[in-house]
């Protein structure tokens, strides 16, 4: 009993400190802390390159490069590299069009599917330009948004930028709202965290900027390369924040179960990247360690430890009416999963019943992803989420 009492309790608390008290610690120094307030130029100071994989993208390349050209940048002071990775739709006719127009964008035509991480890796190649801003093809800039990414980096102590990714297509009938909170909740976190110590914990692939030179291979069949570049960043010596006024703006997913199979791949990517830095789960005083821990192990552990409360409990409610109840509590949680996916078929949307479905989504993905990740990841050749979606 002493022993499921002590699983029980070290879950809770460890649950607990990630998703509160690990925040709150961070907006608490945060306060205290003299703000980087600096102001950059409207225009880059610097040459760089834009790298945007596609596969399939018709439904939003052309709004992508047209928010490049809002930025009115100097033609001369950058180039936009585009990869078709085997797209079988109009992508590469959309883009064949601004590439005969606008001499700064390139288009690069691979007739096999390269995976996202490798069609990106060999766009690199092709950049001649140290500032290196990576991007998908449904995030569209703020006009202020490039200048405001490479100014950054006037700064020789940073390595990498993430941009601050607005949401949009929120609705109150699909999966949406909670997403959307989630993701600006991590937006805070890790501004917070580059901010403080300079341990962003891992830049939004759908936008980050990063010098070339400290741009690390990426190992074989990797999934989450964003993380993993971050990461190399910060072990290269490098400071990694995130600028909240960098806006850039993507639709985020509305159809859980769309979102459920995202969740799955970016889950079993995290827990390659969590083997491959495992190193510095022993270092948890260095900033790189705290953060990572706290951040990010506590996470991708945290279905695990949500899994550990449910068993102990439910063993402990045998013995004691206080773990009795307990375990009560957390079946009547789950069981407002089936109620919210009921309620929402009658389009009836209760925001906390829809919270709590979307929090226990993202755990069984995770211990989904846990799994597979154990088979072995054969390909890293991706899907791209569908755009402009629905929850019908």
Known sequence: MITAKLLFWISCILLCYHYVIYPLCLAFFYSFKTKRNKEYDQSPNFPFSIIIPAHNEEACIADKLDSILANNIDPQKYE???????????TVQIVQAYVDKYPQMQLYEFKERQGKINLVEKLVEYAQYEILIHTDANVLFKDDCIARLVNVFEDQSIGVVGANIVNTEVTTDGISVPESSYISIENRIKYWEGELMGTMMGAFGGCFAMRKSLMASIPNNFIVDDFYLTFKVMEQGYQSIYDLKAVCYEDVSNDWREEFRRKL?????????LLYFKSWIIKPFSAIGFSFNSHKVLRWLGWFFILLMFMSSAYLAIHSSLYYWIFVGLVLTLLLIPIDLLLSRLNIHIKAFRYIFHFYMMNVALGGSFFKFLTGVKSNIWTPTKRHQSNK
């Open 265 to 273: 791949r970016i889950g079993i990517g995290n827990y390659q990247n």
């Open 80 to 90: 936009v590299l585009i990869g078709s990775d085997n797209s079988t739709d109009q």
